[in-house]
């Protein structure tokens, strides 16, 4: 008779071998789950010394671990506490932290309950080269394994299975060194590797420390390991817990606490707080909005109380006040630099200068309330404070050291000392930190992270991450560009690389019959095409057509590079072009989102060479009235690579008469009428300050100058061909795919933003702008015209485009149908198709179409809308990254090439002003694509309903000048170094019509 | 219920009749059957037990068997039958091969029966838990007792309300933590005294000793420790017993086997329940059967039900208690020892 066994456990052990917990759904529906656990002898510890336990396939922790710290002279391994990676996950990235680590499966499930992102680094980290971590399942190991007590809170339970899980360890070593003593609890000298438990916890020590358990605060630990000084800088602020860092909190509260999440989440609910993300503005560092969709107009805060410690980015939750108190946004330029630099980074006052930390707020009381107290002219705007954070945004800022903040009396000592960093960007306030590099770190740009904002501290507090180097070289101005905007600009990995086709630079499009690559391929490799690109493009991604047809019609075809061929769904390539979503151009530098072998090689069009192609070709009659469209997987070989002049000058030869020329020729008629068509449905002609940079060389761009872009028949003949090509790739993909269909809308503005421009224009010109639709505005921006300035027009379309929203990507199922429009472009639908090698969209845009002509199946994800729209956030998100963050390039060399013209003598520009403030002006000097300030120090008349400010004039006894939105000034510009930030700042000064250099 | 000849029912009754009285399992007539009970039986719900009467020893079959597990749901108030404070909602099955001689349509009128008289004793006011609230007004727990019947050897409902009482005895209510919006108005316009705070959380909200009116929203909850089990339901110790008393003319009997009960003419089903700080109470009676019997005789046998009533539910009371030193204290003692 066989032998029956029942393998089921019997249920008295329930306690044991089941983890019971609760959870809420988010109907508000309480379920209970049950985990079985199964607890097992063989959980490898990863000891390379151990013979106790099965030998893993590479044991990560070393004989002896590791040797060179003080406090551990037979060597150790660290195990660190949950709020070590909480806290001090800088740290623990840090190179130079090197111990072993054990890393505990209590620890990670903590860390993955409290924090995501911060899981995610850990998951990295483990992974990181260079970095023994070692994952130790102690749940599952019988020994270390622990049932909760009962009234034991689940952060006890958790805190004891981390010791018992090093005692475990210790233990553990013990029987793989057993040449060595038993260890007497208490003795310091230990001859044998030590498993240190790493804790801030103080509670947690002490038990720890009766145990017998060896422990350390995070703070003790780095003290005695090799890089102390290094690595203190590195440590969070909250790490300094022990150092008496929370005395001063309490002692003063200048904010108020935020209520707990599900409060929040409650007010949420029922509708008495808004949700919102918070902008500061950059003119007045004590004002910020937050926009909310239950209001029409973004809710105000006023003040650093109402504030409360939010941060550029951050989620928070407003409570809006009762409408009686709200107000309109403030009129003047208030600048953080300025007014705040008495201000004492060692703001607890240690050296017994107990009365400046009184007057220090109470002054800035004074100036707060000043700047507040103005009248209200124009419409009040929702007024609220922050009462809670729903997300942080928080991430490591590109900062200077403040010079001032600096403790005179020991200017270079390596004494920690508090320092205050001022990000370079001007919607962040200053970072508190504490450094004993300070000296060495002035006049450079460093990486700061903000670790806690507490509520008796008027600045966030940071710790220092990396130097970048000197301000103002370019290796440290670019990085710091790339890390503001968080642009991926990491060298390719080798799975990235692997993607990649084998034959590399030798890869070739097979000859004709092979079936393979050829498959329904249409062969156009005789085709007269051309590609028409800016000077200097590397990656051509489009090339263009057209020859008569025997029927008077004409054909015209767009040519695309078949990323999709190189670029499968699902591969590392993939993933990490959708990661990085865009090509981020700067003005010295491109960073790729894809290889260079594909961008500039494989998928460029290049002339003379066959390569793969997306093409779309139509059938138009003279008119440029559609007859036909169809899309086809093609092999072209383009004639030529033109740029845009040589383009233009072939065209304008009348001797020309090749295909080629005969080609150029019909596009440019077509994409005129195309054009006509485009602008009589109402499409907007708009404008943003685009300058172009010159480069000396390509090596050394020092000297650099500015011009600003030229504008020819041809870059408009390009575009009217790509406008074509997206707009019909979009209806047939949203035909095919009704539900995912990669497209890009552009929302119509809401007239409240174009409010206050209409206002100013009917003030000081006495025009309308008619904003009711796009051809509407288009219209009325066709009549904004001066007929003394032809630049006036230029700058009313640039100051509209910025009342608009801006374009994005979206999912076609995500949305109604009613609001696929692209406003600007007053097409009803439109995607990206053109650009695949710089774009990721433009990628699954060419999935989508192929999938749509039925050369290949769709990948599933892009049945997806789940799928679909969280890769369009993370585009729409770069993509917006990466234009701030070739205008900031821009503008960094806009501001060298100043440098440089201001060595040679005055620079003295033209200027519109296009803002007025109770002190002061904002100017826009067309020519140079800038936007600057003036400032006045002294007070002047301001006319805030006419827009206007009246300054005495320069010389004694001379008449008031008034000033208003839209006049020309004339402005000296200087780039000055600030004293306080170290950032090479544009300074402006009006010249005429009154020299401001003395007010 | 059994199925039994005129015959048998007469010798059933004559021995039981005769001086001393004879049962066929030897028993006096008021001993129980060996009865087991087992909590934690079902280990999602929220409390369970298995209640065994009369199981064979050496092979574990036979005898009544009943299993009862709890199990607690969110309710809104206000939409469907939600009420204020929560509510209780019992069912009894019964397993085809409990009752196989029967039809469905008599298995359904069976069980019909059995819910009924479950449901108006346990889902009655007086015995609410007082802790089964959530929100006031807006949400609440209702707690699911169902009940299975596997087999049935006789004295099927003094087993269905012993196993009901150890399960709602083993429920555990989850905490909840009511999240609300507190937005307290003042007279003056001073915006730095608005506040919110999550009840229970605001001793040092000192600033705002002027309020003049104070509006309570509780919209939404939250568990304040997902790893607790919870706290026991309130007033878990007056849950009551049922003793079923078989009436013969002059006498009665306790615990009746199958063939026992289909030879007596009347029985009384008196559930009791015993307060810990009041006097015992009467929570419901039912006399079933073909026979007759007047009051007095009613009242004789009300006290000595109570009397036996109350020695189940200590017997209950001890042996629940211990259940919950075996599944918890001595888990976890063995667990160390390991």
């Known amino acids: ?999 | 219920m059994a199925l039994l000849s005129k015959a048998e029912k007469s010798y059933i009754q004559s021995s039981l009749l005769s001086d001393p009285p004879l049962r066929a399992d030897g028993r006096a007539l008021t001993d129980f059957r060996t009865i087991a009970l087992e909590t934690g039986v079902a280990p999602l719900a929220n409390g369970s037990a298995r209640v065994s009467i009369g199981r064979n020893a050496p092979d574990g079959g036979g005898g009544t068997e009943v299993v009862a597990a709890v199990k607690l749901e969110v309710e809104a108030i206000g939409e469907g039958e939600g009420v204020d404070g929560g509510r209780i909602s019992c069912s009894v099955s019964c397993s085809p091969t409990a009752y196989p001689h029967l039809s469905s349509g008599a298995l359904d009128d069976l069980q019909h029966d059995m819910t009924s008289v479950l449901h108006s004793t346990l889902g009655h006011s007086s015995l609410r838990p007082n802790n089964l609230g959530i929100l006031p007004g807006k949400k609440a727990w209702l707690l699911n007792l169902d009940i299975v019947v596997f087999a049935d050897a006789g004295n099927v409902y003094d087993t269905i309300f012993m196993a009901a009482r150890a399960a709602l005895w083993d429920t555990k209510v989850p905490r909840t933590r009511s999240v609300e919006y507190r937005a307290k108005k003042l007279d003056s316009i001073d915006s730095e005294s608005k506040a919110m705070d999550v009840d229970g959380a605001n001793q040092d909200q000192g600033k705002s000793v002027l309020d003049t009116r104070e509006t309570t929203k509780a919209t939404d909850f939250e568990l304040p420790d997902y790893w607790d089990e919870g706290e026991v339901l309130g007033g878990r110790e007056a849950w009551p017993v049922c003793v079923t008393l078989n009436l013969l003319p002059s006498l009665h009997f306790l615990d009746a086997s199958l063939q026992e009960e289909s030879s007596v003419p009347l029985r009384l089903h008196t559930m009791f329940s015993f307060p810990p700080t009041a006097a015992p109470c009467l929570q419901t009676f039912r006399l079933i059967g073909p026979g007759v019997t007047n009051s007095t005789h009613i009242q004789s046998l009300m006290k000595d039900g109570e009397k036996y009533a109350r020695n189940i539910w200590s017997a209950l009371e001890s042996k629940l208690k211990d259940e919950d030193i075996r599944r918890n204290q001595k888990a976890r003692e063995k667990f160390i020892c390991r």
């Open chain 1, 1 to 999: 008779m066989p032998h029956i066994v029942i393998k089921k456990r019997p249920s008295e052990e329930a306690v044991i071998t089941q983890r019971k917990f609760f959870k809420k759904t988010a109907r508000g529906k309480v379920i209970k789950v049950l985990r079985e656990r199964y607890l097992r002898d063989d959980v490898p510890c990863g000891l390379a010394a151990c013979r106790a336990c099965p030998p893993p396939d590479d044991p990560v922790l070393s004989h002896y671990g590791d040797l060179g710290h003080a406090a551990f002279p037979g060597g150790h391994y660290v195990l660190p506490d949950t709020n070590v990676f909480l806290s001090q996950m800088d740290l623990i990235e840090s190179p130079l932290f090197t111990p072993p680590i054990v890393l505990l499966q209590t620890v990670v499930d903590e860390v993955r309950h409290r924090s995501l992102p911060l899981y995610n680094r850990l998951t990295a980290l483990a992974k990181t080269e260079g970095k023994a971590v070692w994952l130790f399942y102690n749940e599952y190991r019988s020994e270390t394994a622990i049932v909760r007590e009962e009234d034991e809170s689940p952060n006890d339970r958790n805190d004891r299975a981390i010791r018992t899980a090093t005692a475990w360890y210790n233990a553990h070593l013990a029987l793989a060194h057993p040449q060595s003593a038993p260890r007497i609890p208490g003795q310091n000298q230990v001859k044998h590797p030590q498993v240190v438990l790493l804790t801030d916890d103080a509670a947690n020590r002490e038990i720890a420390q009766r145990d017998g358990v060896p422990c350390v605060s995070v703070r003790k630990y780095v003290e005695g390991a090799k890089d102390a000084t290094s690595l203190l800088d590195l440590l969070a602020a909250a790490g300094s817990e022990d150092a008496g860092g929370q005395g001063q909190g309490q002692g003063r509260v200048l904010y108020d606490d935020y209520l707990p999440t599900p409060t929040l989440l409650a007010g949420i609910k029922a509708g008495a707080l808004h949700q919102g993300h918070f902008n500061a503005n950059q003119y007045n560092y004590l004002e910020g909005t937050v926009p909310v969709p239950a209001l029409a107009k973004p809710v105000l805060l006023v003040g650093r109380a109402n504030m409360n410690r939010a941060v550029q980015g951050d989620v928070v939750v407003v409570e809006v006040f009762d409408e009686r108190e709200w107000r309109a946004p403030g009129d003047a330029v208030v600048d953080m630099d300025a007014t705040l630099k008495n201000d004492d980074a060692d703001d607890s006052g240690e050296e017994g200068d107990g009365d400046d930390d009184e007057r220090v707020p109470l002054a800035e009381g004074e100036r707060e309330r000043k700047a507040l107290e103005k009248k209200a002219p124009a419409e009040k705007q929702p007024t609220g404070r922050v009462v809670g954070i729903i997300k942080r945004n928080w991430r490591a800022y590109v900062c200077h050291i403040a010079p001032t903040s600096l403790s005179s009396s020991a200017p270079s000592s390596l004494s920690l000392q508090t320092v205050f960093a001022t990000p370079v960007s001007r919607l962040l306030p200053r970072i508190r930190l504490r450094t004993r590099q300070a000296p060495a770190l002035l006049g450079q740009k460093v990486l700061v992270t903000i670790d806690r904002w507490a509520r008796g501290s008027r600045y966030p507090e940071g710790h220092f991450v990396r130097a970048l180097g000197r301000a103002e070289s370019r290796e440290a101005e670019q990085e710091s560009l790339l890390l503001e905007f968080e642009v991926p600009y990491r060298p390719f990995g080798r799975a990235v690389l692997g993607c990649l086709p084998v034959e590399g630079e030798g890869w070739v499009v097979p000859p004709k019959g092979e079936g393979g690559v050829w498959r329904e391929r249409e062969d156009l490799r005789e085709l007269d095409i051309c590609s028409i690109d800016p000077p200097g493009c590397q990656d051509i991604d489009d090339a263009l057509h057209a020859r008569p047809l025997p029927n008077g019609n004409i054909e015209a075809g767009v040519h695309i590079a078949d990323v999709s061929h190189f670029v499968h769904p699902d591969t590392p390539m993939d993933s990490e072009a959708a990661a990085r979503g865009t090509t981020v151009y700067l003005v010295d530098k491109r960073i790729d989102m894809l290889p260079a072998l594909l961008g500039t090689n494989l998928c460029s069009l290049r002339p003379h060479v066959e390569r793969l192609a997306f093409s779309a070709i139509w059938e138009l009659t003279p008119e440029a009235d559609i007859v036909n469209v169809r899309f086809t997987k093609s092999v072209i070989a383009s004639k030529a690579a033109f740029e845009y002049g040589e383009a233009q000058i072939r065209k304008d030869d009348p001797n020309l008469t090749d295909p080629l020329t005969q080609g150029i020729r019909l596009l440019n008629t077509l994409a005129q009428k195309l054009k006509a068509k485009r602008m009589a449905a109402g499409a907007l002609n708009l404008a943003s300050p685009e300058v172009k940079i010159h480069l000396d060389s390509s090596e050394s761009s020092d000297p650099v100058d500015v011009e600003q872009k030229e504008l020819r028949e041809t870059n408009s003949l390009v575009e009217e061909f790509m406008l074509l090509a997206n707009i019909s790739v979009a209806r047939r993909i949203q035909e095919s795919f009704p539900q995912t269909a990669v497209l890009r809308r552009h929302l119509p503005p809401p007239s409240t933003n174009f409010e206050k421009l209409q206002d100013i224009l009917r003030k000081r010109r006495g025009l309308t702008l008619d904003v009711s639709s796009s051809g509407a505005l288009a219209d009325s921006l066709d009549k904004c015209l001066d007929p003394d300035e032809p630049a006036f027009n230029t700058l009313v379309r640039i100051m509209a485009t910025r009342c608009m929203l801006s374009a994005e990507y979206f999912c076609s199922g995500s949305v109604s149908r009613d609001t696929f429009g692209h406003y600007g472009l007053a097409s009803p639908i439109y995607t990206h198709f053109t650009s695949p090698i710089r774009r990721y969209a433009d990628v699954l845009a060419h999935r989508q179409l192929a999938a749509a002509i039925g050369y290949t199946p769709l990948h599933p994800s892009l049945h997806s809308k789940a799928h679909v729209e969280r890769v369009v956030d993370v585009v729409n998100r770069r993509h917006r990254m990466a234009q701030m963050a070739g205008r900031a390039s821009v503008e960094f060399y806009v501001g060298l090439a100043l440098k440089g013209r201001g060595e040679k003598g005055e620079v003295t520009e033209e200027a519109f002003v296009i803002r007025a403030f109770r002190n002061g002006l904002g100017v826009f000097v067309s020519k140079l694509g800038l936007e600057g300030l003036v400032m006045f120090k002294r007070d002047t008349q301001f006319d805030a309903e006419n827009y206007a400010i009246t300054i005495p004039s320069s010389d004694a006894g001379g008449k008031d000048v008034t000033i208003s939105v839209f006049d020309k000034v004339t402005v000296r510009i200087e780039v000055e170094k600030d004293k306080n930030t170290q950032r090479g700042r544009v300074k402006m000064v009006l010249v005429s019509p009154v020299d401001s250099s003395e007010l």
